[in-house]
């Protein structure tokens, strides 16, 4: 049974630092693709990090790259979003996702999702 549970969000001033957390259990495949989305009241989901956990592929969205780093870790089947220097743009509902193999940004490619951590940036 593939379970993710994020945790690690809530509320921070702007400029301020959060680190969101996703444990995964049940994923059994060789090589899968993890990652990060986000959605905000009226919006569209959107992609905001992935990487393929073998190592080969990362990917951020141009809106938090050189703010957020995606990691891993591999012994425990952790994913993380380090998030530094937020903005009140990036207040939204945040979700891990999983799908096998390849990568892509398209939220309805994934099957495996958590229930997803809230972050609130206040200016």
């Known amino acids: 049974q593939v379970q993710l549970v994020e945790s690690g969000g809530g509320s921070v001033q702007a400029g301020g630092s959060l680190r969101l957390s996703c444990a995964a259990s049940?994923?059994?495949?060789?090589?899968?693709?993890m990652a990060w989305f986000r959605q905000a009241p009226g919006k569209d989901r959107e992609g905001v990090a992935r990487?393929?956990?073998?190592?080969?592929?990362?990917y951020y969205a141009d809106s938090v790259k050189g703010r957020f780093t995606i990691s891993q870790d591999k012994s425990q089947n952790i994913l993380y979003l380090q998030m530094n220097s937020l903005k009140p743009e990036d207040t939204a509902m945040y979700y891990c996702?999983?799908?096998?193999?390849?990568?892509?940004?398209?939220?309805?490619?994934?099957?495996?999702w958590g229930q997803g951590t809230h972050v609130t940036v206040s200016s």
């Open positions: 996702a999983a799908r096998p193999s390849y990568c892509t940004g398209d939220p309805g490619a994934f099957t495996y």
């Open positions: 049940g994923i059994t495949y060789s090589s899968y693709c």
């Open positions: 990487l393929n956990t073998d190592g080969t592929f990362t």
